[in-house]
């Protein structure tokens, strides 16, 4: 089955404690982007990555590292998480295709993230 | 840069009732526009998208929406709500982002619309 999975899907933590979100997808994607999501923000992508060892910075990237050694999988790493921190994250990944195709974004579960 | 807004936070609706979702975007050139749903503690799933062509796109679960340039618009559309049609909405469009290795695709989504279902 074609998906994209995450885990943990909960976690609870406290400031500091170095933790990572594991992403992967099984549909050979290119592209992989992670989001967070926070009531009556909407989505909002933190970081990307169009390839191998290929990545860069979304809107809210501070506070956050990604790595992507692997096709398949996009590890979030949160060196010294902080309160402001906690929410719902969300993997996603999509076929990319240069020229603006506008490829569908599939999602992972996500994991809702506490840190107190 | 581009931009999606959705103007409604909450939008109560009658079970059997038609139903409009809107959704207006900002972009200079051609939008991608899509319509995902996330059902309570579930991620997200794509409902539709426009790419080109027929400005009336049919979807899943009975949904619909139709583009339309000169409003800058993408409302959703279901003439029949379901009480399991009780979720977020999210509005978005796609983007080109340009790189020294080719093109790749993004998203920018609107802040959602939470869709409540009266008995």
């Known amino acids: 089955e074609a998906q994209v999975t995450q885990n943990p899907r909960y976690l609870i933590t406290v400031t500091g404690k170095k933790l990572t979100v594991t992403c992967s997808q099984n549909m050979n994607h290119e592209y992989m982007s992670w989001y967070r999501q926070d009531p009556g923000l909407g989505l909002r992508q933190i970081y990307y990555s169009m390839n191998v060892e290929v990545t860069d910075k979304g809107d809210v990237p501070e506070g956050y590292k990604v790595s992507r050694k692997e096709k398949r999988n996009f590890p979030l790493i949160l060196e010294s998480p902080s309160p402001n921190q906690t929410s719902l994250y969300f993997c996603?990944?999509?076929?990319?295709?240069?020229?603006?195709?506008?490829?569908?974004?599939?999602f992972g579960p996500g994991t809702r993230l506490t840190v107190l | 840069a581009q931009s999606v807004t959705q103007p409604d936070i909450h939008i109560t609706v009658s079970e059997g009732a038609s139903l409009e979702l809107r959704c207006n975007y900002s972009?200079?050139?051609?939008?991608?526009l899509f319509w995902y749903v996330q059902s309570p503690g579930q991620g997200l799933q794509l409902l539709l998208k426009y790419f080109s062509g027929d400005t009336l796109v049919q979807g899943i679960k009975g949904f619909e929406a139709e583009f339309k340039r000169s409003q800058s618009s993408f409302n959703l559309r279901k003439p029949s709500v379901h009480w399991s049609d009780a979720a977020e909405y999210f509005c978005?469009?796609?983007?080109?982002?340009?790189?020294?290795?080719?093109?790749?695709?993004?998203?920018?989504f609107g802040k959602g619309t939470h869709l409540i279902i009266q008995p």
């Open positions: 972009y200079g050139a051609t939008p991608y």
């Open positions: 996603a990944s999509s076929l990319s295709l240069a020229g603006g195709y506008g490829n569908e974004q599939f």
């Open positions: 978005a469009v796609g983007f080109t982002r340009m790189y020294s290795g080719g093109g790749a695709d993004g998203l920018t």
